[in-house]
């Protein structure tokens, strides 16, 4: 994100409620997305009330000026070295501007400080995630085999991240 972005839309990441209105919205969004493109047996999104376990830290990115979420993201952990980004999710409008980068960052960082030495992600292998394919590469995600409860599937690809080094 160029400077000049960052100075007019700056991006705070805090914890957050998933049953605001305007997070809730932007779920819901995620939700129609995974549902318009993936058989409805391989969309593992998570709704609301599935992100609001204790097993879970829910994450939105607003711009302090406005307060509107422009992004949102969880993470899961499996156990204590092992965790998975789960309901990552830009606001269609400002895509592009670097606030996905921002939250991924984030994350990642969160995860180390609660000494995860891995993230696992599980995302769609159509042309519709490509983008999101292309953002887990960029920060060093590789393809690994499925974990948990997915299954292998054409339309899903599993991808992790050690993130042991403070390369990030």
Known sequence: MSAAVEELFPLVINYDDPHKEDIVTLLNDH???CRSTSPPEFVYALDVEALCTP?????????????QVMVVAALRILDEKHGELKSMHTLRSVRGR???KSM???VISDARK???ERISLETGTMEQFSAARQLYDSF???E???FGYYEPSEYSVCMQLEITSEKL
């Open 104 to 106: 991924l960052r984030h």
């Open 98 to 100: 670097g606030y996905g």
């Open 144 to 146: 690994c085999d499925v």
């Open 31 to 33: 939700l129609l997305f």
């Open 114 to 116: 609660r000494g995860l």
């Open 140 to 142: 060093g995600f590789v």
């Open 55 to 67: 097993d879970i830290a829910f994450y939105a990115g607003r711009v302090p000026v406005s307060d």
